[in-house]
């Protein structure tokens, strides 16, 4: 009798061992992330032509004839520096397999594109006039993605749980927007006779594009359903331009974008971008168009491709069910 008592005790201890094994080995379903990343750049290219200035930092120094070039530094980066928030939504289909959708919102630093300082913008021989421009653009992105990933979790010790993953990136909506801050200073003879401070802000949609991303990671449990997590995550894609727009235009703080005597409102050339991929005769610019540009239309321009690369660190929390 004891014998027996002893085995059906034996026994169930062993089916609650087993029971407690597999509930400990079986993974959840689905699992959901909420975090804030911050990425620092990987590549440095050069950046694109912003409105007519090629990316350069270019100082002038001299007046009117002797207003001569005296330094030039070609402007390079990348927008891949920046702040990330996002949802994510996991399915585990096993203790070692599972996939994840991502959905995040980037905004990047403002990066200087262009820059010149004291170069003479114009002259007037029959006022004397002369007048000098110092300007500076700063271009930042902001951006909506989505991340498909599949992820591959590297087993469970001690609260900790590692795992690595790699997707793709589908941007869904983005700009780039450029600020451009300049100074016109007329003098005539060395006497200052005029400041114009003028301000515009011009709009970049992309075309349609892929990135790829990689990450490590580790989730630590803080509970029976909330865990912290922490990535480090590479990413690699770049952008080029559609369309730009000229949305804010001001001269000492006056609008003239949308006012009837300004040049920039009655010019849909002076406001509107369409980026090609070559130009010819018949493109709608004045450096190939032997008929000059039709202010009718849209300017015509060249592409402009710009890097979003990077390498970052997310921190967030983890709700499994």
Avoid at 225 to 230: D, E, G, M, V, Y
Avoid at 235 to 261: I, S
């Amino acid at each position: 009798m004891k014998k027996n008592l002893f085995l059906l005790g034996l026994l169930v201890c062993s089916m609650a061992t087993m029971a407690q094994t597999e509930k400990a080995d079986k993974p959840e379903s689905w699992y959901f992330k909420l975090g804030g990343s911050y990425f620092n750049q990987t590549a440095s290219t050069e950046f694109p032509v912003v409105g007519g200035q090629l990316p350069n930092r270019d100082v002038y120094a001299g007046t009117l004839t002797n207003n001569k070039l005296v330094s030039r530094e070609s402007v390079t980066g990348s927008f891949g520096q920046g702040f990330r928030s996002g949802i994510t939504a996991g399915y585990r289909f096993s203790t070692r397999l599972g996939v994840e959708m991502a959905a995040n919102y980037y905004i990047s630093n403002e990066k200087t594109m262009a820059q010149t300082t004291n170069r003479l913008a114009s002259y007037n021989p029959q006022t004397t006039v002369a007048t000098y421009v110092n300007f500076t653009a700063q271009g930042e992105i902001k951006a909506f993605d989505l991340a498909p990933a599949i992820v591959m979790f590297l087993g469970e010790a001690h609260g900790f749980e590692p795992y690595t993953k790699v997707g793709v990136i589908v941007p869904i909506h983005g700009t780039l927007d450029i600020k451009t801050d300049r100074t016109y200073t007329s003098f005539v003879g060395a006497n200052q006779v005029a400041v114009t401070q003028a301000y515009s802000k011009d709009v970049v949609k992309p075309n349609p594009t892929l990135g790829f991303m990689a990450a490590f990671g580790t989730s630590y449990k803080l509970g029976k359903h909330i865990s912290a997590f922490a990535e480090l995550e590479y990413r690699n894609f770049t952008v080029h331009g559609k369309t730009k727009e000229t949305t804010e235009y001001t001269e000492n703080g006056v609008d003239k974008l949308n006012t009837t005597t300004s040049f920039r409102a009655a010019s849909t050339a002076a406001i509107h971008t369409n980026y090609v991929d070559h130009l010819d005769t018949n493109s709608n610019n004045a450096l190939t168009n032997p008929n000059g540009v039709d202010t009718a239309k849209p300017m015509d321009e060249l592409s402009s491709y710009v890097g979003i690369s990077g390498l970052g660190l997310t921190l967030g929390l983890k709700y499994s069910l």
